[in-house]
């Protein structure tokens, strides 16, 4: 019975991904891709998390556009599935993947070739 609320997660993300990909028009949602889903033990919340493509002033406005579309995604996905309750959806950004896109790009720059060679022109 423990692995339900993982399996509830893991169909939930497929169907969210569907829903805010395919049959939302929202212009604000063209860079957003649902990358974790965390359901409660109770199945009674979901923690949908996203990865938004842009600047600070386009993620924001895509949050507010999925907090603004949860009920509809909410809706979209209890009659694609046959579960007797979806859980109330709660969207947040993912940072772990910008994170380490970050993380890459310093370790790139302090790359030991291009450090010694950087000495050597100043």
Do not use: C
């Not at 939930?12 to 991904?17: C, G, M, Q, Y």
Request: cysteine-free; charged content about 30%; overall charge negative.
């Amino acid at each position: 019975m423990a692995r339900r609320p993982e399996r509830l997660a893991e169909t939930l993300r497929e169907e969210i991904s569907e829903v805010v990909g395919f049959e939302l028009d929202d212009p604000r949602l063209e860079g957003v891709t649902v990358t974790d889903v965390v359901v409660a033990p109770d199945s009674r919340d979901a923690k949908v998390f996203v990865l938004v493509q842009g600047n600070e002033k386009e993620v924001a406005e895509a949050m507010k556009a999925l907090q603004s579309a949860a009920v509809f995604v909410r809706q979209q996905v209890a009659m694609n599935l046959s579960v007797r309750y979806v859980p109330l959806l709660h969207f947040a950004r993912d940072t772990a993947e910008e994170n380490a896109a970050r993380v890459n790009e310093l370790l790139v720059g302090l790359t030991p070739g291009e450090e010694k060679s950087d000495e050597k022109t100043e």
